[in-house]
């Protein structure tokens, strides 16, 4: 089992910037990548931002070059730092883990970031 804690969300206002983190515990050994989705009122889930165990990166078009997926191994921690927020980056952002080569898929709690005009 692996618990993602998220935090870092709140309320910014647009050019601003926020750092979510995601502070991971239990079977972390497990983990293969870690990412950040997000969810606005009455959309599906969608991807941001994802990092590999090795470090690779990838990302939405609609946040490349405005965020940055980082990631602290001794902290079990993963970070997303993201800069010249807009209104439309406003969700509820998700921190997700795929462990088990893909068997196994966690996700937190979720963290609000509100973006206003």
């Known amino acids: 089992q692996v618990q993602l804690v998220e935090s870092g969300g709140g309320l910014v206002q647009a050019g601003g910037s926020l750092r979510l983190s995601c502070a991971g515990s239990?079977?972390?050994?497990?983990?293969?990548?870690m990412g950040w989705y997000r969810q606005a009122p009455g959309k599906q889930r969608e991807l941001v931002a994802t990092i590999t165990s090795g470090g690779s990166t990838n990302y939405a078009d609609s946040v490349k070059g405005r965020f940055t997926i980082s990631g602290d191994n001794a902290k079990n921690t993963v970070y997303l730092q993201m800069n010249s927020l807009k209104p439309e980056d406003t969700a509820v952002y998700y921190c997700?883990?795929?462990?088990?080569?893909?068997?196994?898929?966690?996700w937190g709690q979720g963290t609000q970031v509100t973006v206003s005009s």
């Open positions: 239990g079977s972390i050994f497990m983990i293969n990548a």
């Open positions: 997700n883990a795929i462990a088990g080569r893909g068997a196994y898929v966690y």
